[in-house]
């Protein structure tokens, strides 16, 4: 797979495109993936998948929205079902002013585009005028075909990023893996704390995890710990450590691997929430936080075993 940043960047022959911001890259996302892919390569063309950051909605409303990937893991999942390129845009105010006919055109150019997947409610370009009618009216002028898939639903509906984002944010991990079809995780560096979990037996990794990305509510959390491709179970604690720095502003995330005993430091950990335990508590000793790490713990093992 190949990812790149601008349309600038690519050069491309009889492309098979779609084009969305495919944030989570969610079960509904992968039913026009896998479709864009197996279709593409049956006609020997290369399946190009257009996203854009930050989230358009983002900057044509000014109200920041926080996604559940950042680009570089939206491009390792497309590259993990087959996509064959990956171009993130800079969505801006200047991007966002151009026709349907003058983007469009811009891809026939850049990509060669011989056939276009779309969402059922797919638009783009100035007022969101190229809908799925527009883009086949356009698509005459330009030599390309459009073809339009219906939305994934479950028992709770149409699958969508926005429905994740709240599932996420409120903490429902569990139900928001069922949409996505795996587990959501963080990932960063491991960074210094203040090494109070050292001190009373249970030293976490902090997590120096990406500011853009949606972060579930404060609370304890069965879940699994890669540090490459080795796996850890880990009882992760999400919030403002109210026992110790209840002035904190931002909230932390710092994980207790079990049955784990190494200097990490500096190195990258991704932790893939399972199950919320509990909220953050505040307590009035330090002993009855370490009585509660014990519960957590005993929890994080019968969820994870």
Known sequence: MQHYYSLEEVSAKNAWLTVGVFDGVHRGHRQIIRKLVADAHTNNAPAVLLTFDPHPASVLTGREIKCLTTPTERADLLGALGVDIVITQRFTPDLSTATAMEYMSRLKETLGLSHLLIGYDFALGKGREGNAARLTEIGKELNYSVEVIQALSDESGVISSTEIRKLVTT???????????????????????????RKIGFPTANVDYPKQKVIPTNGIYASWAWIGEEKFMAA?????????TPERQTPSLEAYLLDFDRDIYGQELKLEFVSRIRDELKFDSVDALIEKIHEDVDKTRDILE
């Not at 991990?173 to 979990?197: D, F, P, W």
């Not at 992760?236 to 110790?244: D, Q, R, S, V």
């Open 171 to 197: 903490g429902n991990v569990t139900e928001a893996a069922k949409l996505l079809g795996y587990n959501y995780s963080m990932s960063g560096k491991i960074i210094h704390g203040a090494e109070r979990g």
């Open 236 to 244: 992760t604690n999400i919030g403002f450590n109210p026992t110790f």
